[in-house]
């Protein structure tokens, strides 16, 4: 039986889902890689240049991770996900990076996600997949229309609407804002979540708020063509500043990301101007410090009470 690697970076906090369902349905093993750890990181640090931004370095550690575990590794290639709506270049050009920088060490698997421009390229890759692995291609079509089926109705069951929020806040709360990528890996976020929570603080992401929502509030760029996460950031933002029961904002961010760095400066500004909420802008990559960050994130706690 083929078994697919799936590195545990990147994409995989939102659509793990889709994609391990989507090769499970074909009947292959699947292995994800373990948790991001020092060793994970350590081995993306090497083969990456130093301009490469943190969450794809450790990315390509994942990878590494994986290469002598299973016959293929899974790295998709997202250029768009929905109409008007691109991903970070860097998820564009994924599958390439990682096997240039980590010399070609392991065959890779790919789906051709572009839904704005050219979404029948979904379509031809499967026929790339089926001929790799042996499958008739029909049966990879079905699989991947079944997984799909499944990540949407999950998908659906998730967020609230801005109505809704407040009545979903029952104590000191506070947004926490970023890819998710960096939200829900706990390694380079520092075990963030989990500080607040012990300080008996309500966390919110992005995640907690419904497509709709988000997409009407990404101020000022609701209705044109923007990143996907840009939208989920701005939309997140002006939509939890609205809400008199969150207290605070806190923004991870890798060091020199592109969309961030354009993302945070609407979001400043506005908040600066329309509302009063504080926020945190916590910068990582692979030299941050922990106490320095606990320092930091303690001050802004004390500040907002």
């Known amino acids: 039986m083929t078994t697919i690697g799936i590195p545990k970076g990147l994409f995989y906090f939102e659509h793990h889902l889709l994609w391990e369902s989507f090769f499970y349905n074909l009947g292959c093993d699947v292995e994800v890689s373990d948790d991001t750890n020092k060793e994970i990181l350590d081995c993306g640090v090497k083969y990456c240049s130093n301009e490469t931004c943190l969450p794809?370095?450790?990315?390509?550690?994942?990878?590494?991770?994986?290469?002598?575990r299973v016959d293929y590794i899974f790295i998709p290639r997202y250029t768009s996900v929905d109409k008007n709506e691109y991903t970070c270049p860097k998820f564009c050009g994924l599958p390439d990076m990682t096997l240039l920088n980590l010399k070609r060490q392991f065959k890779v698997l790919?789906?051709?996600?572009?839904?704005?421009?050219?979404?029948?390229?979904?379509?031809k890759s499967l026929q790339e997949i089926a001929t790799a692995l042996k499958i008739n291609y029909p049966d990879v079509v079905e699989a991947f229309k079944a997984a799909l089926e499944t990540y949407n109705n999950n998908k659906r069951n998730t967020g609230i609407s801005e109505a809704?929020?407040?009545?979903?806040?029952?104590?000191?709360a506070i947004s926490l804002l970023g890819h998710p990528y960096m939200i829900y890996d706990s390694y380079l976020n520092m075990k963030l979540i989990?500080?607040?929570?012990?300080?008996?603080?309500?966390?919110?992401?992005?995640?907690?708020?419904?497509?709709?929502?988000?997409?009407?509030?990404?101020?000022?760029?609701?209705?044109?063509?923007?990143?996907?996460?840009?939208?989920?950031?701005?939309?997140?933002?002006?939509?939890?500043?609205?809400?008199?029961g969150i207290k605070g904002m806190i923004y991870l961010t890798p060091f020199a990301c592109g969309v961030d760095?354009?993302?945070?400066?609407?979001?400043?500004?506005?908040?600066?101007?329309?509302?009063?909420?504080?926020?945190?802008?916590?910068?990582?990559?692979?030299?941050?410090?922990?106490?320095g960050f606990d320092t930091r994130l303690e001050a802004f706690l004390d500040m907002i009470g």
């Open 261 to 291: 760095a354009f993302v945070l400066e609407f979001i400043e500004r506005r908040l600066k101007e329309q509302y009063n909420t504080p926020l945190l802008k916590l910068t990582i990559d692979e030299h941050t410090g922990e106490a």
């Open 164 to 172: 809704h929020l407040n009545s979903n806040i029952a104590q000191t």
């Open 110 to 123: 790919e789906v051709k996600i572009n839904m704005d421009a050219k979404p029948e390229e979904t379509l």
């Open 194 to 244: 989990d500080k607040l929570k012990a300080r008996n603080i309500t966390v919110f992401t992005p995640r907690d708020i419904n497509h709709e929502t988000k997409r009407k509030n990404a101020y000022p760029f609701e209705g044109k063509i923007f990143w996907d996460v840009g939208f989920d950031l701005l939309g997140s933002a002006f939509t939890f500043a609205s809400s008199p």
């Open 56 to 68: 794809v370095k450790v990315f390509h550690g994942h990878a590494y991770s994986l290469k002598d």
